[in-house]
């Protein structure tokens, strides 16, 4: 995610930290290389214009200029220039209505209004909400069987409307149902066309006022880059709308647009949709985005992932037997294979790291079909085998490998990784936590 802004900028940061004194020259040429990583992510030239302009002068304000550290203030004021660019603070849904609280999705064919509108409904019901799902969607072809699977997926309600039903009447009709039937809230999702035009925008304009809903999301493809900023400013002007979308963020290795579609609209980014998975869609943080975009990592984020996806009971009973001394085997190495995969795999966990310790894992080749494979090797070995890897020969890993698929050589690979792991478990149950920072290379699952 945003690979290509990070690495820029993250190089910059450690550069301008380096400065011990601060001039109109130093910043003058950091400031060309944030301007140059901003145009190359496809933020859009009058924010990034704007967004230097700021920055440089702040950067040669007094409270910089008589820092002790004025490398670090400098960083500092880049940082908070991005969350300020970004929304200053997390917006999160407004739903202080009379129920049901309507939330009406807008944007484009493929930005991914119907997935986002599952993957909100999911949001919504581990909140305890009563949603409904209705698909005002009549052109696409499949639209609305995609978004009743995903509402039976979820167990959800999915309004039925009656056949040949226009967009206007399936709203009202679901709205209706909504209340008739105690629902505390309506997601009712649009159709989009492959570009802007006016029939589209007399039809969502319709569908507001047909609905009044407390909430227009505008639901936009990161992927985009420029084209997303020109649609954001059409839905903009044609709808009151009240939050952002950005879909697909995991697959933008630019950024332009998370920068740039707030600055456009004036309104929120409110979610971000990362991966196919209903799971998801993270709320949007500017802050913990900023710190992310400048190579320090979003550990808070990393540790709301884990609360509320890792078996507590598990880990806790793992952390008992580390304690006691029993050891660590191949199956606890499954175990946190399988806590890895519960937050959205290695990919989505080295995003959240800080630069150094995702490029140290990147360089070392990890991935999360080397942690597929991984555990494929563990599940074809015998709870024996699994107590004790000391047993395993030649004739038994021949076995292994044949039943997971993979090479000999592979199931090797595996062995010696659990060996180093198992060396970092030990320090850890001995209180040697700077030995295991050293070793720490050799204990992330899938490095070779």
Do not use: C, W
């Amino acid at each position: 995610m945003l690979d290509t802004l990070t690495g820029r900028l993250s190089r910059v940061v450690k550069t301008l930290r380096g400065e011990a004194r601060i001039t109109e020259s130093n910043v003058s040429d950091a400031l060309r290389e944030v301007r140059l990583a901003l145009l190359d992510a496809d933020v859009a030239l009058p924010v990034a214009k704007d967004f230097i302009a700021r920055v440089r002068e702040k950067a040669l304000g007094q409270e910089v200029l008589t820092s002790l550290t004025p490398g670090q203030a400098v960083v500092g004021v880049v940082h908070r220039e991005l969350i300020a660019l970004m929304g200053e603070s997390g917006a999160g849904l407004n739903l202080a209505t009379q129920p049901p609280a309507v939330i009406l999705m807008a944007g484009l064919q493929g930005s991914g209004k119907t997935t986002s509108s599952g993957k909100l409904a999911k949001l919504l019901a581990e909140q305890k909400k009563k949603v409904l799902l209705a698909s005002a969607d009549v052109y696409r072809p499949a639209a609305i069987e995609q978004l009743r699977t995903l509402a039976r997926q979820l167990d959800v309600g999915f309004y039925e409307a009656p056949p040949d039903a226009k967009p206007v009447a399936i709203a009202s009709g679901a709205l209706d149902h909504a209340r008739r039937h105690y629902f505390d809230v309506l997601i009712v999702d649009t159709a989009g066309r492959l570009s802007i035009d006016e029939a589209m925008m007399d039809e969502i304009r319709a569908l507001h006022a047909a609905v009044q809903p407390i909430e227009t999301l505008f639901v936009v493809d990161s992927m985009q880059g420029q084209d997303a900023v020109n649609v954001a400013r059409a839905f903009g002007e044609a709808l009151p709308l009240t939050g952002v979308i950005l879909t697909k963020l995991d697959g933008d290795a630019r950024g332009g647009a998370a920068l740039s579609v707030r600055a456009i609209t004036g309104k929120p980014i409110k979610f971000v949709g990362v991966g196919e998975k209903l799971t998801g869609l993270e709320a949007f943080h500017p802050e913990r985005m900023a710190s992310r975009i400048l190579g320090m990592g979003d550990v808070l984020s990393l540790i709301e992932e884990a609360q509320k996806n890792v078996d507590v009971a598990q880990a806790e009973q793992f952390a008992r037997k580390m304690k006691s001394g029993k050891g660590f085997d191949l199956e606890d190495f499954r175990q946190q294979i399988g806590q890895m995969k519960k937050m959205g795999g290695l990919s989505s966990l080295l995003d959240k790291l800080p630069g150094d310790l995702a490029r140290m894992a990147q360089n070392a080749q990890v991935d999360d079909r080397t942690i597929a494979r991984q555990e494929a090797i563990i599940l074809s070995m015998t709870p024996a085998e699994r107590a004790k890897p000391e047993i395993l020969k030649a004739s038994r890993k021949r076995r292994i490998a044949a039943g997971a698929g993979v090479s000999v050589q592979q199931v090797n690979q595996l062995l010696n990784q659990f060996e180093a792991a198992q060396k970092m478990m030990k320090m850890v149950s001995k209180g040697g936590m700077a030995k295991m920072m050293r070793g720490m290379k050799g204990m992330l699952p899938g490095m070779r």
